[in-house]
């Protein structure tokens, strides 16, 4: 949930700068279709697994480790000392493991930024390209380019690998804007067993009001360099 809000920060900034003017052959064969790429991204199946997550910006960048999962609509993902529970709806809980504490984060308001696999499954501004087949650590997958039909916005790409050995779950993600920009995701020890608990506030723990979350990110983001 970090890493989304994180990459909706940074579209933002992105957006404000655009000018105003065997069974793996099997599926591949059946995938050159746009429509079952689409529907391949839009039904992931539920998981639990270690993301890796790097932003690159031609100069630097920086990577973070966590513990992710979903289950249905809804997602997990776990750090250190923070787990972040989000379901489409309802605000993102937030818990401070250390502190024993958690909040929750204000719905965002005209929220139309797609970042995963099922986001950009359901857009109709968005058309999907096959580009074969490539392996990402033991799985051959499915190699999906999505981009949107705006030309203003033809320099943000998404790549995703759909391991079919996973059910197609997304194990690999490029989001890019522009020559420099990119944020990748990396899947690794991946079940698609996942323990309900994860979705849970832990029993004792209190709830505290933070502040405003989304736009201290989005102020740090567009701060001069």
């Known amino acids: 949930m970090i890493i989304k809000h994180l990459v909706q920060a940074f579209i933002v900034s992105f957006l404000i700068c655009i000018p105003a003017n065997a069974q793996i052959a099997r599926q591949q064969t059946a995938s050159e279709d746009p429509e079952s790429l689409r529907q391949m991204l839009a039904n992931q199946p539920d998981y639990t697994a270690m993301q890796q997550f790097l932003f690159s910006e031609g100069f630097g960048g920086f990577g973070a ?15 250190d000392d923070t787990i972040f529970i989000n379901e489409p709806g309802k605000p993102t809980i937030k818990v401070f493991l250390k502190r024993k504490e958690f909040s929750e984060l204000p719905l965002e308001k005209n929220d139309d930024f797609s970042v995963s696999p099922e986001e950009i499954a359901r857009r109709s501004d968005v058309v999907f390209k096959s580009l074969g087949t490539e392996a990402v650590g033991r799985f051959m997958c499915l190699k999906i380019e999505a981009s949107y039909k705006d030309e203003k916005l033809k320099e943000m790409k998404f790549v995703f690998w759909a391991a079919p050995q996973l059910k197609n779950l997304v194990v690999k993600s490029e989001m890019s804007l522009g020559e420099r920009v990119k944020f990748l995701t990396l899947l690794e020890d991946v079940s698609l067993g996942v323990n309900e608990k994860l979705f849970r506030i832990p029993p004792g723990y209190k709830k505290v009001i933070e502040p405003d979350y989304m736009k201290r990110l989005e102020e740090n983001v567009r701060k001069p360099r």
């Open 65 to 79: 480790k966590s513990k992710v999962a979903k289950m249905g609509n809804r997602q997990v993902e776990v750090t």
